[in-house]
């Protein structure tokens, strides 16, 4: 296992079109989060899942986004109408039950025109 | 008021020096602390996590907390051109599996 990926790693898309972003977690990892980060800001949460469920789910999250993890492995972040405001880093992270850290993907750079 | 504060830096130290990294906290709840590397363009890197006040030590690394004063702090001891990276802050809360994040202080240590 080579650890968190996130696929693709950049996207370029015009303006109200949708996307969709993948992440696939260390495989006895039961945890997947999402993040988003802006230049010279630190990670902001987006949602968690403990398995196949979602657990948490930030007001940043608006009915734009939505998150999921059908059979608890891979998980999906769609957002719908991108704005140009959503151009950030999506990171994707995973940890085991009971761990302390995370382990974060490499990112999808999302840059909205 | 934001829940975690750093000082954005840039932080410029010698090689060999000590660098003393800050960070503050607002909830009062808060249970565990990690600090993560982040080089530029790439994703966070988990360097330590403590949860009890007082020091702890992993090599050049030392991480400090004081709960009374909602503060903790990392320490790295020989700084070397290579630990040149932004340095995030983050706190969990009682409740919840999320992180905190400060916005991060960018260290450059000068060879």
């Known amino acids: 296992d080579t650890g968190v990926s996130q696929d693709p790693r950049h996207k370029i898309t015009k303006r109200g079109q949708n996307v969709t972003f993948r992440c696939d977690p260390i495989s006895e990892h039961n945890r997947l989060y999402w993040y988003r980060q802006t230049l010279g800001q630190g990670p902001e949460f987006l949602t968690y899942f403990q398995n196949e469920a979602q657990l948490e789910k930030s007001r940043l999250l608006s009915d734009r986004f939505s998150a999921e993890r059908p059979k608890g492995s891979f998980s999906t972040l769609e957002i719908q109408r991108t704005e140009q405001g959503d151009s950030a880093m999506y990171l994707c992270a995973s940890s085991p039950p009971g761990g302390f850290g995370y382990t974060f993907g490499s990112g999808t750079r999302l840059t909205v025109v | 008021q934001k829940e975690v504060e750093q000082n954005s830096g840039p932080l410029s130290v010698p090689e060999g020096a000590i660098a003393s990294l800050n960070c503050t906290y607002s909830d009062r709840g808060s249970q565990s602390f990690f600090w993560y590397r982040q080089y530029s363009g790439k994703s966070p890197e988990l360097i330590m996590f403590i949860y009890s006040n007082g020091d702890k030590e992993d090599g050049r690394f030392t991480a400090q907390l004081n709960k009374a004063s909602q503060y903790v702090s990392l320490l790295i001891r020989d700084s070397q051109p290579s630990d040149s990276a932004t340095y995030l802050c983050?706190?969990?809360?009682?409740?919840?599996?999320?992180?905190?994040f400060g916005p991060g202080t960018r260290l450059s240590v000068l060879p």
């Open positions: 983050a706190v969990r809360g009682n409740y919840g599996q999320n992180f905190v």
